[in-house]
């Protein structure tokens, strides 16, 4: 439905809706009343700034005068300390230059000096030139310090080395001084230039070294009284020793081994002793039961020897288990024993096998070399069986096995040499029951004994050479087993019955020397003419071995060879045993 229209004076009023009478709308502000009311606004604000003004001038004249006032005040304290830093500074220069030695008590005066000045430089941080005087007074109070000190330390070390400083205990009190001295000097008063890290390092080495010394020698003072105790078998006051000795070695390893030297495993080694005297009640056990079975087989009771050896054996291993480290914890030992043992309870067996080796020499000097073969092929097993069951009564090592061994495996060798030996050898004069071989040995013979020829120049007929004195010794060894005859080198005095007469010089004919060969080729054996007894070249050709101690490392050559220039008598010179020459063989002699 439509609305009846409105009044002509109403009108709606913009952005309410609101129906407003025409006659009480405000009507526009004229332009004369608008500036009115700008001058109106201008001149308060300009009233309000005058007043703020006037305010902020009031505040900062009294601020200005309040610090005028308390600037006069601070003037003349600052300037007190100022004069009370060059006072005291004064007097302590007055003292130094009247007193020797300056005491602790008068640098403080210097001190007070300087404090002074560092309280006056915060209070006037712009005075430049006193701030560089307080940097020359730092200075200054750094060395004053420090000369103090390292006085302190000098004389300190020179009481540390008096001679009886050590003795009464000084010394270590006097290096410790010392040492603080030089830490404060490094700690504090490093600006004087004479902080010393050397002799720092060097003072805190001697005060250890002088700690360590009592203990290194204490450890060792009771290890000797351990050992005087356990001579007279006070096992418990050795064992306490030892304890002790080693806690001390542990302590001084682990403080002082980079300053006094100790023996090398040294913890190690008297723990081993320790263990050693410990199980010293089973190592006497064991002997006792050793002798007890060393006279069983004296008295060819093997039965009770093996045993007793039984009951050694039983006391390796509590020896071994209970105390490890201990010196009588040696299994080679308890090998030992196992091999006595198996001796002792092989000895008729292997009594019975000796016997048999000796008819098995015999058959071999008649020359019945298959009966000999045959025994040395029984012997050979029945020695196989006894090592199988009880080892080390007959081991490959075993003088008889390697005999027996080395007949089997050489008939043809032995057939050759049974059969021209005897025509080889000549008796020696005044000795008949030795018989030498006429000529040294033949390269030949040698590998048809041995196996091989070492010589240098191999030629069958020349002298065996280039052989030390344990290969001859093996070859006589060898020849042995094959003859069953007893071989071995020629002893000095032998080789001169063997020579004659050598009151002259050899004929020309009868000894390839330097007068006969060129001085480098050794001949064939046998080639020069024979001495009156039947020997060939107990002179020259090739230098000759002759027996000597077997505990020795040198031997004795005779004869001279295709160098020697011919003299009188027997030449003969000490050589290395284990020397080798183009110009150095041997010859051997059957007992």
Known sequence: MSQPPLPSDMRFEQGTGQRIPRRLRSKPEEPIVQRTRLVNWLIAMGFLALIS???????????????SATTKTGINKTGALREISKTKEAAFEEIKLNKAEITLTDIELFDDAVKALEQYIDAEPGDIEQVRRLEELRRRQHVIHAERLRAISKKAEASARQEDAVEAGVAQR????????????????????????????????????????????????????????????????????????????????????????????????????LETIRSSPLQLVLETTQ????????????????????????????????YPLSAYADRKKETELVRRRNLARSHPEGEGIRAEAVEMRQLLQRGQIDSALSKARSLQTRMVKI???????????????????????????????????????????????????????????????????????????????????????????????????????????????????????????????????????????ATSQPNSIGFYDILGNVEEWVESAANTSVATVVGGNVNWVPTTGLPQRQIQKKERSRTLGFRFIIE
């Open 53 to 67: 003004g006037l305010t902020v001038l009031y505040v900062r004249e009294r601020q200005r005068t309040l610090k």
């Open 174 to 273: 006097e290096l410790i001084i010392a040492l603080e001295a030089e830490k404060e000097i490094d700690q504090k008063w490093y600006f004087s230039g004479m902080v010393d890290k050397g002799k720092i390092t060097q003072l805190d080495t001697r005060i250890r070294r002088l700690e360590a010394e009592p203990i290194w020698k204490k450890t060792r003072a009771l290890e000797a009284q351990a050992e005087a105790f356990f001579k007279k078998q006070q096992l418990a006051e050795a064992e306490d020793c030892l304890k002790e000795s080693i806690r001390l070695e542990v302590d001084f390893t682990e403080k002082y081994r980079d300053v006094l030297n100790t023996e090398f495993n040294r913890i190690d080694k008297l723990t081993a002793r």
């Open 291 to 322: 002798k007890q079975a060393n006279e069983a087989e004296a008295l060819n009771d093997w039965s009770k020897a093996a045993n007793l050896w039984e009951d050694s054996l039983r006391q390796i291993p509590k020896i071994i288990n209970q």
């Open 387 to 525: 090592e199988m069951n009880n080892p080390g009564a007959f081991s490959q090592d075993a003088p008889l096995v390697q005999e027996v061994e080395y007949i089997t495996k050489h008939e043809g060798s032995m057939r050759v040499l049974l059969s021209l030996l005897d025509r080889l050898v000549l008796p020696i004069p005044g000795e008949p029951n030795k018989r030498m071989l006429k000529h040294e040995v033949a390269q030949s013979l040698y590998s048809l004994v041995v196996g091989k020829n070492p010589s240098a120049v191999v030629r069958g007929t020349a002298p065996a050479e280039s052989v030390s004195y344990d290969d001859a010794v093996q070859f006589c060894r060898q020849i042995s087993w094959l003859t069953g005859r007893s071989v071995r080198l020629p002893r000095l005095a032998e080789i001169q019955l063997a020579a004659g007469n050598l009151s002259a010089l050899p004929a020309r004919a009868q000894a390839w020397t330097f007068d006969s060969t060129d001085g480098l080729t050794v001949m064939d054996v």
